[in-house]
């Protein structure tokens, strides 16, 4: 003889209960998914903005530019349609408000990070890059590529490399690593994320060389730490807006109270 036993309503709830976090967990991963971009797609969108960034990098730092309006155009034609789909996706998603809109403490915060950056970079060149070192160079050629120094010119520099700032971090952060993160989970897609960001900037190593110091490293460098930086404020904060006010007021810091004078 068997021993049948009905279960209670209660007992059905309860059953209903313990199974509903894997539902939730289920959920929740799929919502983290951008709607349009199917996972398989995330490593290619992350490669072509890659290899558009990084050529568009080459025109811009070659030394026929140095001082020329046209390497911002280039690098905002280059950067604003993908930010524009980012922004899309997000939209689509419909958390453009939560991630984009400032909150209370945003750009105070920011400021900060943009700070302490600053102020790192400063100590570094101090250490590494003195005035009897060739690879003093490296700093200098990085500010010859801006081109004439006066006030009232590099008060528009500041405010193109600030613009550029927000669009590359709406693109490397609101977009490539947004969609790696999605797939990949959020440690992988903020390293692969920032190593493709310094990829991109490979190129400048030749184009900002000197003959005796030889390829110039800093721009690979500086991008591959402050876009673990960035990115490690987006994975924090789950919100864009943090890291844009970091990376542009750290980029304006970078050209407004330069490292290196001649």
Partial sequence: MTDERKSSPEEDAAD?????????????????????LPW???????????????????????????GASSMFVALAGVYVPFAALAILLIARERKLADEIRPRKGDLSFGA???ALMYGAAMAGCQLF????????????RIYLQLGDRSDNRMLYVGGAVFFIAVLEEIVWRGLVMRSLRASLGPLRGWLFSSVLYAVAHVSTMQLLAHPVAGPN??????????????????????????????????????????????
């Fill in 129 to 140: 890059f003195n005035a009897d070192s060739p690879r003093s160079f490296w700093v200098a």
């Fill in 16 to 36: 209903d209960r313990a199974s509903a976090p894997d539902d939730e967990s289920d959920g929740n991963e799929r919502g983290s998914m951008i709607p349009g």
């Fill in 217 to 262: 490293p800093l721009l690979v460098a500086a991008s591959l730490g402050c876009g673990l930086v960035w990115g490690h404020l987006y994975n924090r904060t789950g919100r864009l807006v943090p890291s844009l006010f970091a990376h542009g007021l750290f980029s304006w810091a970078i050209v407004e109270f330069p490292l290196w004078r001649p």
């Fill in 112 to 114: 900060i990070v943009a």
């Fill in 40 to 66: 398989k797609a995330a490593l290619p969108l992350a490669l072509v903005v890659t290899i558009a960034a990084g050529l568009v990098l080459r025109f811009a730092f070659a030394s026929e530019q140095a």
